[in-house]
């Protein structure tokens, strides 16, 4: 992929287009689910939220989070969803609560929890389980009626791997020599990564395929980007057309995506705009906000129009953005940096074409939406 900053010699001209003789549309590409002029919010009966990245990172909150949450609790349920399964729901609600917010231990859906529900067509009732993780995930078992083990020399009937940041290469390896018996293996997620207050530290992911590389096999999954938790969240709330909300594409949107529910990337945590930028498909989400207030603002149209020698010229608010083949400009950069993200997502997006190889404009690759 390169990057380029405006050229007089650019073949997408960069003066404003007159009225076009090809075709225009409007709205937003991905699910299209996203309403023009309406808020994220608006006609939702509940709200979705991951939690790392969105609504506090480490054990301070993001700003404006816990003053947008509580306002958003005041009309549609507000549920909250995570992958990590080193906590309890209860100790999740606590954090929160301390935060500001108004939480139950009922309002946290966590891996663990999908995890055990996965479990449970697997095995038997009250079988024996080796456990790498946590007291989220031990304590999930425990309720499940499920007898816990960490050594591979009790015959465990599966094994079920969870994030917890004790887990080393004593655990993974005991998973490992249990897991070449061929039991079934579950994992409660498959972050990477995961955002700390001192930066970006390896996630469950990393965990998992340490084990992988040892036993030749995948697990089966239950967190984000599976639908498992998404079902389990759907059910607990009766919600039938909530907003998910969280900061990245690959568990976040590519989950509540393949939920079949409407999405938004917050651009307080991991994903920001070059990634916003390069998103396949599966990963585009319905909205881009740069914080949590913006889910009761009015969220800009996008005008597509592509003319008769093929330049697409993307509008939203006073951003304009212009494509043609493999070239991608900024023709006018407007107020609002947010805007002409959404944009340039949208010319790339639409266009079907991958980013690797395309000629970007340098302000689009170097946007910071949020600090």
Request: charged share 20%.
């Amino acid at each position: 992929m390169t990057s380029a900053s405006p050229v007089p010699a650019s073949p997408v001209p960069a003066s404003p287009v007159p009225a076009s003789s090809g075709h225009a549309s409007s709205g937003y590409a991905g699910l299209g689910q996203a309403r023009p002029g309406a808020t994220p919010l608006e006609g939702r009966d509940a709200l979705l939220l991951d939690l790392d990245g969105v609504v506090y990172t480490g054990a301070a909150s993001i700003p404006f989070a816990v003053e947008s949450i509580t306002r958003a609790a005041d009309f549609v349920r507000v549920g909250y969803i995570t992958n990590n399964a080193s906590r309890t729901d209860e100790s999740v609600a606590e954090h929160l609560r301390g935060l500001g917010l108004d939480v139950r231990a009922r309002d946290i859906v966590t891996s663990p929890q999908a995890a055990v529900r996965i479990l449970a067509t697997l095995i038997e009732p009250g079988a024996l389980v080796f456990v790498v993780g946590g007291d989220g995930l031990v304590s999930e078992l425990d309720a499940a009626g499920f007898r816990i083990t960490r050594s591979a020399d009790d015959a465990p009937a599966a094994v079920v791997q969870g994030f917890a940041p004790h887990v080393g290469w004593e655990q993974l390896a005991e998973a490992s020599f249990a897991l070449h018996t061929g039991i079934p293996w579950v994992a409660t997620n498959t972050d990477w990564t995961i955002p700390v207050e001192r930066g970006v530290a390896p996630g469950n992911g990393t965990l998992v395929s340490a084990v992988h590389l040892a036993v030749g096999r995948m697990p089966v999954f239950a967190g984000k980007p599976e639908t498992a938790i998404f079902d389990v969240a759907r059910e607990r709330f009766e919600a039938t057309n909530p907003l998910v909300v969280g900061d990245r594409l690959d568990t976040d949107i590519l989950g509540g995506k393949r939920a079949g529910l409407a999405t938004a990337l917050v651009l307080t945590g991991i994903d920001r705009a070059k990634q916003v930028l390069a998103a396949p498909p599966t990963m585009q989400p319905d909205y881009i906000v740069g914080d949590l207030r913006e889910l009761f603002t009015p969220y800009p149209g996008i005008t597509d129009e592509v003319d008769a020698e093929g330049i697409r010229t993307v509008e939203v608010g006073d951003a304009v953005v212009r494509m043609k083949g493999h070239v991608v400009r900024v023709a006018r950069a407007g107020d609002d940096s947010l805007n002409l993200l959404r944009a340039g997502a949208a010319s790339i997006h639409r266009s079907g074409l991958q980013i690797y190889g395309l000629d970007i404009d340098e302000m689009l690759m170097e946007l910071a939406v949020s600090s």
